[in-house]
């Protein structure tokens, strides 16, 4: 492998229960319960907040119920995020195992379903300017089809100048793994952030699991692979 592709949420930084527990708080106001366990991995998770919305309500939602509904959900969960001082940090190895790529000059970049406002505070607060190039750094803009469509994970292989065949991707998400695999993501290694070992287990798509970046196989890389600022 020549490269690696993150998801952000719920692999580079554990924030998925309280992505969990933003999305369960928020369905009550779209449709007066919760959502089920099951809606939030394969519904939740890796998807856009216009699919999401879309699904909760039961109808295509206009762009300005979107824009509306999405902001209140995301300034519940940055607050959320805030508040649990003690896990607002990045995952476990997860600093070291990014030292490590970019002393060895290894490709990387992240793909994620957030939109630019959380992209923002994460690029703030946890200083990811450090390790990527925030150019190539690929988000929810309104035009790329959620996971597990595999637009994102294609157009960020491209922002590295890689083919998906020699990139890994490091994912937590239902979605997300299969994003990865149609995508024709070279190896799929799976971070147990929220789900446990047997939920991946049950999922051919996955090449490995990993319960923190402590764990991350570096020999996975390639010794020879193009420089990168």
């Known amino acids: 492998m020549k490269g690696i592709i993150f998801d ?89 195992f990014l030292d490590y790529l970019k002393e060895k000059n290894i490709p990387r970049t992240i793909a994620t379903m957030s939109e630019w406002e959380n992209v923002e505070f994460y690029i703030k607060e946890f200083h990811l300017d450090k390790w990527f190039d925030i150019d190539k750094i690929v988000y929810s803009d309104g035009k790329i089809p959620g996971k597990p469509a595999p637009d994102i994970f294609l157009i960020a292989a491209e922002k590295i100048n890689l083919k998906p065949s020699d990139c890994i991707v490091a994912e937590d998400a239902y979605a997300g793994i299969k994003a990865a695999k149609a995508a024709g993501i ?44």
């Not at 928020?26 to 999401?52: A, C, P, V, W």
Request: proline share 4%.
């Open 8 to 96: 952000f949420n719920g692999t580079l930084y554990w924030d998925s229960q309280l992505h969990y527990d933003a999305w369960r708080e928020y369905s009550k106001i779209l449709r007066g319960y919760e959502f089920t366990t099951q809606e939030m991995q394969e519904k939740m998770f890796g998807h856009t907040n216009e699919d999401i919305i879309e699904y909760a309500i039961g109808k295509k939602p206009t762009k300005e119920l979107v824009e509306k509904y999405g902001r209140e959900k995301e300034e519940l969960y940055r607050k959320r995020c805030l508040k649990d001082k003690e896990n607002f940090k990045l995952a476990p190895g997860a600093i070291e």
């Open 186 to 229: 070279g190896r799929i290694i799976a971070v147990t952030s929220l789900e446990s070992p047997e939920f991946y287990k049950k999922m051919p798509e996955v090449d490995g699991i990993i319960k923190d970046f402590t764990e991350f196989d570096r020999s996975l890389f390639s010794e020879l692979t193009p420089a990168v600022k």
